[in-house]
C-alpha cells in the first residue's frame, strides 16, 4: 500500500521523541514475520534501496526476530543521528523512539546468505485502522524520511547492512 508523504509529514509531527526506558526498544505487538508470498511486494521498494538480487526466500524464527530487535534500536539510533545531522532538520523534527515503529520481518537469500530484512515504519493509531493487514501483506511507503527504513541483518555474524531511510519529505 502506497500512501502520501503529506500523511507521513502529519504523522510525524504528531510524534515526539520519548525519554528512556520501554520507548528505547521495539515492542513486541508491533513486529511480524511476513510469509514468502509477500517477498516481491517488500523487494520493490519506491523511495530506498530495495534489497536483492534475491536468490529466494526462508522463514526466519522467533528466536532469531528476538535477537535482531536487541540488536537494532542502536543501529536506528546511529542511523538517527546521522540523518538528522546530514539533513539539518534535528531542531525542527523529533522522531519517535524504537516503540513506535512497526515491523515487517522478511527472510531473503542474498548473495548466498540468509538475510533477515526488516521493512520498518511509523503508523499512528489513526492510521492504523486503514492497513489492509501489516501482519501479512507488505506496506510499501514512498517517501516520509525516517518515518520509515529498511535493513539487512545477517543472522549467522549478528550485523546489520544496508541501513536506509525513505527519501527525503
Request: hydrophobic share 35%; net charge positive; with cysteine.
Amino acid at each position: 500500500m502506497k500512501r502520501a508523504a503529506a500523511v507521513l509529514i502529519v504523522a510525524m509531527l504528531s510524534f515526539s521523541r520519548a525519554g528512556a526506558g520501554g520507548d528505547d526498544v521495539f515492542s513486541p505487538d508491533k513486529g511480524t514475520i511476513l510469509p514468502a508470498s509477500e517477498s516481491k511486494a517488500v523487494a520493490h521498494q519506491c523511495s530506498r534501496r530495495s534489497p536483492g538480487p534475491i536468490e529466494g526466500t526462508w522463514q526466519p524464527t522467533a528466536a532469531q526476530i528476538k535477537d535482531l530487535e536487541a540488536r537494532l534500536p542502536d543501529v536506528l539510533h546511529r542511523n538517527l543521528k546521522n540523518y538528522q545531522s546530514s539533513t539539518h532538520i534535528g531542531s525542527r523534527y523529533h522522531y519517535s523512539p524504537p516503540s513506535r515503529y512497526y515491523r515487517q520481518y522478511i527472510g531473503f537469500r542474498i548473495g548466498g546468505r540468509k538475510l533477515i530484512y526488516v521493512n520498518a515504519l511509523m503508523i499512528s493509531d489513526e492510521e492504523l485502522p486503514y492497513l489492509n493487514d501489516w501482519r501479512t501483506k507488505a506496506e510499501i511507503v514512498c517517501d516520509g524520511g525516517a518515518m520509515a527504513f529498511g535493513v539487512e541483518y545477517d543472522p549467522a555474524t549478528k550485523t546489520f547492512q544496508n541501513f536506509a531511510f525513505n527519501g527525503a519529505l
